[in-house]
């Protein structure tokens, strides 16, 4: 089985991300400054009292680790420095309240976000009173004051996912979720953000393993799961 993981997980991938070859890609350039923001998917447990780049506890145990990792080896001679600023529970707002400190103070090149699932989750479970379309306007003004402040700043979009049937996330999730997922696909077209499709990525890969593999709860990814986030992120991004 880890054998047969190990050779698919690239075409996995591919598959997901192949009917989106047209959008544009990011090509890293020396001295690049990259941050990942979002909940607890890009938390991922890191320490928020370790606020330093490039940094093993400051970075987390997720996907954005992995794929600094692999930034870091990849683009040893440009000086990259990249930071994590994902809070677990957050949702669109919540990113606004912190905005100018765990972003617009670090000037990224590049930034990368995955929001939606808490502005889905708490509503669901009766903790927030958000609508689809307060996700959107509270992502879009927060894209606007980004780019504002940092008008040449590359944006990554990530789609917020599910995966059914695995503990918290059933069929009552949908077809009200989905909104979400189409909020943040039109917004990365929008502002000619590069998207990545995780939702598309994890179900190719449920076809490979079953679903509780990728995921413990249907929204937090495992270990193989951020590795394959890693791959996702990484095939936008060069």
């Known amino acids: 089985m880890g054998a ?30 990259i941050l990942f923001q979002g909940d607890s998917i890009t938390d991922a447990g890191r320490d928020k009292g370790n606020s330093a780049p490039n940094n093993i ?25 990249i930071y994590n600023r994902g809070i677990s529970g957050n949702k ?9 400190e765990d972003c617009i103070a670090l000037k990224p090149n590049v930034l990368s ?9 708490h509503k669901f479970s009766g903790n927030y009173d958000g609508t689809i379309q307060v996700y959107r306007d509270d992502y879009r003004k927060l894209i606007d004051r980004t780019l504002a402040a940092l008008p040449g700043v590359k944006l990554v979009i990530g789609e917020p996912f599910a995966v059914n049937n695995v503990k918290a996330v059933t069929d009552a999730w949908y077809p009200d979720f989905n909104e979400y997922r189409t909020a943040a696909r039109e917004i990365a077209t929008e502002y000619g953000a590069v998207f990545i499709p995780y939702q598309r990525v994890f179900d190719e890969a449920s076809n490979v393993a079953a679903p509780s593999y990728w995921t413990g709860d249907g929204v ?11 791959e996702a992120w990484l095939a936008v991004v060069k």
């Open 113 to 121: 976000i995955l929001i939606g699932v808490n502005d889905y989750w």
């Open 57 to 81: 506890g400051a970075l987390g145990n997720g996907y954005a680790f992995l794929t600094t990792a692999n930034l870091l080896n990849t683009h040893a001679s440009k000086q990259l420095t």
């Open 4 to 33: 047969t993981l190990a050779v698919n997980l690239p075409e996995i991938v591919k598959a997901a991300v192949k009917p989106l070859n047209s959008a544009p890609k990011i090509r890293i350039q020396q001295n690049d400054t």
């Open 220 to 230: 937090h990814p495992s270990l193989a799961g951020a590795q394959l986030m890693a």
């Open 92 to 100: 669109v707002y919540q990113l606004a309240e912190r905005w100018e």
